[in-house]
């Protein structure tokens, strides 16, 4: 199994989708993040329309004997319409081996390393055949080209159907205490039955519980996070990140932040261990009702 750090720093905003670092902060990021444990840096080919892997890896060129340091993941799957890739005719999915293969050799190219820790399935592709993505899986390992594969956002019936052909080892899911459904609907379950190891993307809420006026569910969450960051002596976004690491499948928060402080802050989030009745505090906060 690929050991991760406990929270992973994901790019998407580091470029032209958010704050658009320049190369010298980039590596400042990169490098602080080293410095403070965080070794997993989580991408996709699409961020900033198909520019922040090749951002980073022209920091990483500043810097080669980084690369040792770190665990870099990436993502395929989605066409997304854009000036960038002229060819695209309309945002949609492709899982076909060509392109899982293609974009994988493209990614290496621009994150400039010979290799990718672990390469995920984007999103689910209607039109997706498990056994020719794991062709592709097959021939990037022979390669060398990938060491480990997952997926992202797949549902408890695909990721049975995919581990029937390929041992999964993640799905990147959306987790959060305002995004409860895969404590529900059997994808965490099935995460904890084929020992697939889940991954939250938005795990402090996308940015929704940090707008100037949140909603009213927002100010509930809130509310109660508060009143647990005074107990634990911590803060209201290291409590809604002990929501998601209080989960038995031990998920792994992807962090958006673009900040050390916000990184570093998530980082030691890992050791707060709420009580089950808070966890549920935080739960009926968000539903607006207790448990049935
Ligand atoms: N697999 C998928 O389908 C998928 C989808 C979406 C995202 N992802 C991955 O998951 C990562 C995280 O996703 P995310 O960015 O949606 O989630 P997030 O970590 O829940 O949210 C990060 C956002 O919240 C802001 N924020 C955090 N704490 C704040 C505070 N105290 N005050 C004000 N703003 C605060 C951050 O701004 P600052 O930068 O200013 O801190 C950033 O814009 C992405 O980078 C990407 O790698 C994957």
């Not at 997993?40 to 892997?53: C, K, N, Q, R, W």
């Not at 040792?68 to 899982?95: E, F, V, W």
């Not at 993307?201 to 100037?212: I, V």
Request: net charge neutral; charged share 25%.
């Amino acid at each position: 199994m690929l050991q991760l750090s406990p929270v992973i720093a994901g790019c998407m905003k580091w470029g032209q989708w958010g704050v658009n670092y320049s190369t010298a902060q980039y590596l400042q990021l990169i490098e602080d993040c080293l410095t403070n444990k965080i070794t997993s840096f989580d991408h996709a080919d699409i961020y900033g329309d198909y520019t922040v892997e090749e951002e980073f890896g022209a920091a990483l060129k500043q810097k080669p004997h980084l690369r040792q340091q770190m665990q870099l993941i990436t993502k395929c799957g989605i066409r997304r319409l854009t000036p960038n890739r002229p060819a695209h005719t309309i945002h949609s999915y492709d899982t076909s081996r060509k392109h899982i293969i293609t974009s994988a050799e493209r990614s290496l190219k621009n994150l400039n390393t010979d290799f990718i820790d672990l390469l995920l399935i984007h999103r689910p592709d209607p039109l997706m055949d498990p056994h020719e993505i794991a062709e592709a899986f097959d021939q990037l390992k022979k390669e060398g080209k990938v060491l480990h594969f997952g997926v992202s956002n797949f549902t408890p019936s695909q990721m049975e159907m995919m581990t029937r052909v390929w041992k999964v080892e993640f799905n990147q899911l959306e987790v959060s205490v305002i995004h409860l459904d895969p404590f529900h609907d059997g994808t965490l379950d099935k995460c904890i039955e084929y020992a697939i190891r889940p991954m939250s993307w938005g795990p402090l809420g996308s940015g929704k519980l940090h707008a100037d006026e949140p909603d009213e569910r927002g100010k509930r969450i809130l509310a109660v996070a508060k009143i647990l960051a005074v107990k634990y002596n911590a803060t209201v976004d290291q409590v809604l990140l002990a929501f998601v690491f209080k989960h038995p499948s031990k998920i792994i928060p992807v962090i958006g932040s673009t900040k050390i402080e916000r990184l570093k802050s998530a980082y030691d989030a890992a050791q707060i261990d709420i009580e089950r009745e808070e966890w549920f505090m935080l739960w009926r906060a968000s539903k607006g009702h207790e448990v049935p």
